[in-house]
């Protein structure tokens, strides 16, 4: 193709360069990029008129309006009938957004997708596209699933153009294209799964449900090796980006809302892998704290916000000796970065030598700690096992930790002490400048008020007093 102007793009995190690439600058991966030719900008209004979002009619001009004079939209709500992803949504499916679903494959978004068609119910008309499954397929699923989805359509098609004119004669209230990879449009010459076809199909997609006001779910493959251009890609385009996490040899998975237009990020929704497919986890906190080992050195629970929802996890530590020039440090689970930020502070703070230790660091349940709050928790879990002190099991703690050593002030102070007590811990480790904040305790339950990590060591002197009464 001559006529375009060609990029190279980067299929994990859509960096754009004008040269082939080995190694990409913006994410570091290898081998992801990708010719893209850039199509000169279509001629018919009608092909341009399918991006807007306003609904003008193909031929009409958009014109600038005063914002006094622009409606308000009402943004109807449909419940999607399954509580936890409603959470996620902010409420439920927003009339005529667009969501992107992304997870690895096998995770279980196909099987989400169709317990929602089961649960939305006959007064949304729902139409699944499935590219990698056959009819018979889908409804050997809805049967294990127990799903009752006699209303839904099904169509096994992977053209665009043809799933365009199937929507257009149906008109569901809400169509999924399961996955995104899989579809092709016939006028882009690159491969299923390649950038320039994801982002094409998806705009196409995008542009048609816009303008007829249907919700539209769209699933993207995750794949840690590449190949397929990944949804960062689909990112900017959609509403809302749902992603699917979990481990898939333990059965919870977690559903978190990286973006969205209608409602809070952050939000994370719980769910169980089954037999019959997955079902929601009301108490999350106390599925993390199954079979949480007693009087073990190295752990230490926390209490972190998932949106508006306290939730606690543990945070487990190993700390060794190492026989490698530069230590090892790996971290599951709370940013790498983080962890080493947490390393210094202590060793210099408290003359901890982590620099001759190799420290793994794991957050129990595949759960992602992206909030400085949790700070406080692995610097207990990390000295812990440094000096193969357990901490007492009746402690949790939260606090960001500043450099300087000092804990700062945390938000959510009584919701997460709230969450602390439901679940029997009974010392709540927090910073002093938000201990006032911490509402009412039962009589039973202590706050343990922390200004600086030195005073986190109280907790190990008192342990350490315990061990050697013991031993005499
Ligand atoms: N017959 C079955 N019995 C129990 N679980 C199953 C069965 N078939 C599939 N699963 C579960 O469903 C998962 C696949 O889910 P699926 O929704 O197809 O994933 P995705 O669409 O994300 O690729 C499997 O990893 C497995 O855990
Ligand atoms: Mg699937
Ligand atoms: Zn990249």
Redesign the pocket.
């Known amino acids: 193709m001559k006529t375009g102007k060609t990029v190279y793009t980067c299929r994990e995190c859509d960096y754009q360069s004008a040269k082939w690439l080995g190694r990409c600058p913006g994410c570091g991966a290898w081998n992801t990029f990708e010719e893209e030719t850039y199509a000169a900008p279509p001629k018919s209004a009608a092909a341009r008129s399918a991006g807007r979002l306003t609904g003008a009619r193909p031929g009409e001009k958009e014109h600038a309006v005063r914002f006094g004079d622009v409606d308000m939209p009402s943004y109807l709500r449909h419940s999607t009938g399954i509580g936890e992803l409603d959470r996620v949504l902010g409420g439920g499916l927003v009339e005529g957004s667009v969501i992107l679903l992304a997870?690895?494959?096998?995770?279980?978004?196909?099987?989400?997708l169709m317990q929602l068609c089961g649960q939305i119910g006959d007064s949304c008309k729902v139409l699944y596209v499935s590219g990698e499954e056959s009819r018979g397929q889908l409804k050997m699923r809805a049967e294990?699933l127990g799903v009752n989805a006699e209303y839904l359509y099904v169509l096994t098609e992977t053209s665009i153009g043809d799933i365009l004119s199937e929507y257009d004669k149906i008109k569901p209230d809400l169509m999924i294209v399961?996955s995104i990879q899989t579809m092709y449009a016939e006028d882009v010459s690159s491969a299923s799964g390649s950038v320039t076809q994801v982002r094409e199909c998806a705009s196409l997609l995008i542009g048609r449900a816009k303008c007829n006001g249907a919700s539209v779910v769209i699933?993207g493959h995750v794949n840690k090796e590449g190949g397929i251009a990944g949804p960062k890609v689909l990112e900017h385009m959609v509403d809302a980006v749902l992603t699917?996490e979990g481990e898939?040899s333990m059965p919870h998975r977690i559903v978190r809302a990286v973006k969205n237009r209608f409602g809070s990020t952050n939000e994370i929704g719980v769910f169980e892998?089954g037999?019959r497919g997955l079902e929601e986890v009301p108490n999350p906190s106390a599925m993390l704290l199954e079979g949480r080992p007693t009087g073990v050195s190295g752990s230490c629970a926390v209490c972190v916000m998932e949106g508006s929802r306290p939730l606690i996890a543990e945070v487990q530590a190993l700390v060794t000796p190492t026989v490698f020039p530069s230590p090892r440090r790996t971290s599951n689970g709370v940013d790498y970065n983080r962890v080493c930020l947490l390393l210094a502070v202590l060793e210099k703070r408290l003359g901890l030598k982590f620099s001759a230790c190799d420290v793994y660091l794991n957050v129990i349940g595949g759960l992602r700690l992206d909030e400085p709050a949790a700070d406080a928790a692995v610097c207990l879990a990390l000295i812990s096992s440094l000096r193969d002190i357990p901490l007492p099991d009746d402690v949790i703690a939260f606090g960001e930790l500043g450099l300087s050593g000092e804990f700062r002030s945390a938000a959510s102070v009584e919701q997460r002490v709230n969450e602390a007590v439901r679940l029997g811990f009974k010392r709540i480790a927090l910073p002093k400048r938000c201990a006032s904040r911490a509402g009412e305790l039962p009589a039973d339950t202590a706050l343990i008020p922390l200004s600086g990590i030195y005073d986190a060591l109280r907790l190990f002197r008192e342990q350490e007093g315990k061990n050697s009464g013991e031993k005499e």
């Open positions: 997870g690895e494959p096998g995770i279980g978004k196909s099987t989400l294990r399961d699933v699917f898939r892998m037999e």
